[in-house]
């Protein structure tokens, strides 16, 4: 005999996570920064904060969270505007030596 298939109710839990609320951490920015343009240490310091911000966004302070990104944030943007003011300079010094 063929069995017939069980009708049983299925339910679902459909979970929506806000994303406007939850901080980022910039940490992929920060590495980059630290391997690339770490002018003063500025982008290794970046990506401590980071990390930082990362662990306080996966305790659930969001607070924390954003205080730290905000901190890599603005370490992160010293860093890029610092390296390449140095090397502009780096690049009109090396050309205006003369040879």
């Known amino acids: 005999m063929e069995e017939k298939p069980s009708s049983a109710h299925v339910t679902s839990t459909v979970v929506h ?7 980022r951490d910039y940490v992929t920015w920060s590495i980059f920064n630290t391997l690339f343009m ?3 240490c500025l982008g ?7 990390v930082k911000s ?3 966004k996966m305790v659930g ?7 730290f990104a905000s ?10 505007i610092i390296s390449i003011t140095i090397f502009i300079i780096l ?3 090396y050309s205006t030596v003369e040879k």
């Open 17 to 23: 996570i806000d994303t406007d609320s939850i901080p």
């Open 71 to 80: 901190t890599a944030k603005n370490l992160n943007i010293s860093a890029v």
């Open 44 to 50: 290794f310091i970046a990506y401590i904060y980071s």
């Open 61 to 67: 302070d969001m607070n924390g969270a954003q205080t």
């Open 54 to 56: 990362r662990d306080r």
């Open 91 to 93: 690049i009109i010094v």
């Open 38 to 40: 770490n002018s003063c």
